[in-house]
C-alpha cells in the first residue's frame, strides 16, 4: 500500500540556518503531496501542496519539489526563524483511486533556537 | 468564512465507557475526513465520508469504533467500551472535491480523549 517515510526528529537549527527535510514516499498511482504543519497547540495547517511530477509547492518561504524519479517531496527553507519551531508532516493522497484520505509520515519536529 | 469545530475540546473517560465526538465541517464541504494521532501511532486515517455515498471505513481500527454523517454536514464518532489505547487527539478534516483544491483537507483543532 502507499506509504511516506520521513526524515526522524528533533532537528534543532541556529535562526538563519538552511533547513531541509527529507520526505520519501511509495505510492501505486499518481498521488498527490503536501507538507502540512502543527505549530505548538494548534491544529493541523496546510503549508504547501504539489499535484504531479516536477511541481513546486512553496509558501512562507518553504518549498518542495515534486520528484518521481526519486519518490521524494523533500521540504526546504533558506533561512530559518524562531517563529518555524513547529512538526512538520509530509503527506500523500490519491484522491481518485482512494478518495483522498492522506497517509502521513511520522511527522519531523524542527526546534529553531535564536 | 468558519473553519471545521470540534467538540468537546477535551474528554476524560474511564475505560469501558462510551463517547461521542462531534465535528461541524466547513459549510459547502461534501467531504468529511476522520484521523487519529497518538504518540505511538502518528496520524492515522480513520473513516471517510463523501457526499450519500456509503462510507469509506477501512481506517477504523475495530468494531467499537464507529461514525455517522446526518444530513451531510455535522459528523459523530463514536468510541464503545473506551479502552486505554483510544487515548489521543481526534481529528476532522473537510475538503470540497468538486473544487480546484479538491484533495486540500482542512482540519479541526482536535478532541483530546484521555481513558483512565
Known amino acids: 500500500g502507499n506509504s511516506v517515510t520521513q526524515m526522524e526528529g528533533p532537528v534543532t537549527l541556529s535562526e538563519e540556518a538552511f533547513l531541509t527535510i527529507n520526505c520519501t514516499y511509495t505510492?501505486?498511482?499518481?498521488?498527490?503531496l503536501f507538507w502540512y504543519v502543527q505549530y505548538p497547540g494548534e491544529g493541523l495547517q496546510l503549508l504547501l501542496k504539489?499535484?504531479?511530477?516536477?511541481d513546486k509547492g512553496s509558501n512562507k518561504g518553504f518549498e518542495a519539489t515534486y520528484r518521481k524519479e526519486t519518490t521524494s517531496f523533500h521540504l526546504e527553507k533558506g533561512s530559518v526563524q524562531v517563529s518555524d519551531s513547529a512538526v512538520y508532516f509530509c503527506?500523500?493522497?490519491?484522491?481518485?483511486?482512494?478518495?483522498?484520505?492522506?497517509?502521513f509520515g511520522q511527522g519531523t519536529e524542527l526546534s529553531v533556537k535564536p | 468564512g468558519a473553519g471545521v469545530s470540534q467538540s468537546p475540546s477535551n474528554k476524560v473517560t474511564e475505560k469501558g465507557k462510551d463517547v461521542e465526538l462531534r465535528c461541524d465541517p466547513i459549510?459547502?464541504?461534501?467531504?468529511l475526513y476522520w484521523y487519529r494521532q497518538s504518540l505511538g501511532q502518528g496520524l492515522e486515517f480513520l473513516i471517510y465520508?463523501?457526499?450519500?455515498?456509503?462510507?469509506?471505513k477501512s481506517g477504523l481500527p475495530s468494531d467499537r469504533f464507529s461514525a455517522e454523517r446526518t444530513g451531510g454536514s455535522v459528523s459523530t464518532l463514536t468510541i464503545q467500551r473506551t479502552q486505554q489505547e483510544d487515548s489521543a487527539v481526534y481529528l476532522c478534516?473537510?475538503?470540497?472535491?468538486?473544487?480546484?483544491?479538491?484533495?486540500?483537507?482542512?482540519f479541526g483543532p482536535g478532541t483530546r480523549l484521555t481513558v483512565l
Open positions: 465520508f463523501q457526499g450519500n455515498s456509503a462510507p469509506d
Open positions: 504539489a499535484t504531479k511530477a516536477d
Open positions: 503527506a500523500l493522497s490519491d484522491f481518485y483511486n482512494q478518495g483522498g484520505k492522506l497517509i
Open positions: 478534516a473537510s475538503s470540497d472535491p468538486t473544487g480546484a483544491a479538491l484533495d486540500t483537507q482542512y
Open positions: 459549510s459547502g464541504h461534501t467531504a
Open positions: 505510492a501505486t498511482g499518481y498521488p498527490s
